[in-house]
């Protein structure tokens, strides 16, 4: 599902229940629909992803990808990220500044299409 209008998590749950769906996490909805969400290995998935998103949607919010880290590093730079399809994470392409764990919030997940570029950010979704 895509909404185009930016919420934090919080406000995203609330929509969800006014439209009356009941919001589950995307994680356990993908892997009970058998699904993962997407991993990123080259610069050619990114695209393709990206035009997906784009003929899907007609823009380029900020979209989910299966990125995540599971564990906090207290040094930035030490951080081990994974693919949630358990593939290994051998494909970067951060936005300028990230990852950076935003004013001391842990940021575990990412998604892309930062300022309608194919880099990748975190999102901490107990914002």
Known sequence: ??????????????HCQ???Q????VYNTVKYLGANLASVHSYEESQFLQAVVLITTGSFPLTW???F??????????R????????????????EGEPNNNNGAREPCIHF???????????????
């Open 1 to 14: 599902m895509f909404v185009k209008t930016a919420r934090t998590w919080p406000n995203a749950e609330r």
């Open 18 to 20: 006014l439209l009356g």
């Open 113 to 127: 299409n930062f300022g309608g570029t194919l880099s990748f950010i975190k999102l901490n979704f107990f914002e």
């Open 80 to 95: 081990l990220w994974f693919w949630s399809d358990g593939s290994k994470f051998d494909h970067e392409s951060w936005a």
């Open 65 to 67: 990808i299966g990125g």
């Open 22 to 25: 009941k919001l589950k996490p």
């Open 69 to 78: 880290d599971a564990v906090q590093a207290k040094v930035e730079k030490d």
